[in-house]
């Protein structure tokens, strides 16, 4: 199993090369940098520190939209970010929302154009993107676009078109298996292999004897996919439908417990420690969405990810309060474990 770190939530630019330096020698493979202008340092200073301060590891947004930059700006610059660090550079890609940007997700044709444009443009063809047409004098390099997903419509959709899924944050077997599904749909719709598509689990690693002690920084950021979890569960079709009653028999109660982040949660409260979305996390939420505790246990939890088909795990430094240690602590203690 490969591992990935995302960075950038409220990391001073000035930290940024050593905590990159840290990853890459601890052994990830990969890493991403928020794009939340109204709360976080801009996704490019952060990706062209990363660039400048590592020499293997590979970079990427986690993720950007076809809004806050446009699909030809994307293409540039990470032509150019791919073009300084040696061939490391890829797309991170989503629908956009409220974190930091106030706006809402875009649409699905419109993720779906945006990869297909970035697809062409960066390989030196002519590409259009709501009728504007361009080439670029100098991309001649197709970049890879990994898509950030949660929804069946959007995984499916990158089972079609993406070289890559992150996946929203959930370490659970039962949710990650039904994600999983969903992307093997769209690959399988368009005619690919669905193995060809490099799919991300993601959830926080917490290296410690004592889970309670992990317990107030992991629930800032489990806040995310338990609210996001209850909203998407409150909507209809076959494969929420399925979704839910799967959840329901593997987790009775867990919905329950999302609605309450659900409805302490508000915009300010993104990725952050002692809020009191972060307050109401209970045990079952972060039992289900992040690998908490001692190496035995999170490398156990680790070979059942793989074995229904996950093969990149990606942990994130958001709401860690010694960013640098937890990282050094899992390339320690998981990832050399894994590797040897």
């Known amino acids: 199993m490969k591992f990935a770190v995302g960075m950038g939530r409220d990391e001073p630019s000035g930290a940024v090369a050593d905590l990159v330096r840290a990853a890459e020698d601890s052994g990830f493979s990969y890493l991403t940098f928020v794009d939340q202008p109204g709360m976080s340092r801009d996704v490019y200073v952060c990706l062209t520190i990363a660039a400048l301060s590592t020499r293997h590891i590979r970079i990427a947004h986690g993720v950007t939209d076809p809004v806050t930059y446009r699909p030809w700006v994307i293409a540039n610059a990470t032509a150019t970010l791919n073009e300084l660090s040696g061939g490391r550079a890829f797309v991170g890609l989503g629908a956009g929302g409220p974190y930091g940007k106030e706006m809402k997700s875009r649409p699905l044709r419109e ?24 080439r670029s004098e100098w991309m001649r390099r197709r970049l890879a676009i990994y898509i950030g997903c949660a929804g069946p419509k959007m995984l499916q959709m990158a089972g079609e078109v993406a070289d890559g899924v992150m996946l929203a944050s959930n370490a659970d077997p039962v949710i990650l298996q039904w994600r999983l599904e969903q992307i093997e749909k769209g690959a399988r719709r368009a005619g690919r292999d669905p193995a060809s598509v490099d799919v ?33 569960m409150r909507q209809s079709g076959p494969e929420i439908d399925d979704l839910r009653q799967r959840v329901e028999r593997a987790h ?25 979305a972060s307050r109401v996390v209970t045990p079952r939420i972060i039992d289900t969405q992040h690998l908490v505790g001692t190496p035995d246990h999170i490398c156990e939890k680790l070979a059942h990810l793989s074995q229904i088909g996950i093969r990149t795990f990606a942990t994130v430094t958001y709401t860690l309060l010694d960013k640098r240690a937890m990282v050094r602590a899992i390339g320690d203690r998981v990832i050399s474990r894994l590797s040897s």
Request: hydrophobic fraction near 40%.
């Open 111 to 134: 993720v779906r154009a945006a990869v297909e444009f970035i697809r062409r443009y960066s390989a030196g063809e002519e590409a259009e993107f709501e009728g504007v047409r361009m």
């Open 200 to 232: 991300w689990a993601r959830g926080m690693i917490y290296v410690t004897k004592d889970p309670e002690m992990a317990r107030r920084e992991v629930s800032g950021y489990a806040v995310n996919s338990a609210r996001s979890l209850y909203r998407f």
């Open 252 to 276: 009775p109660g867990l919905l329950e417990d999302c609605r309450g982040v659900f409805e302490a949660w508000s915009p300010d409260q993104h990725e952050r420690i002692d809020t009191a």
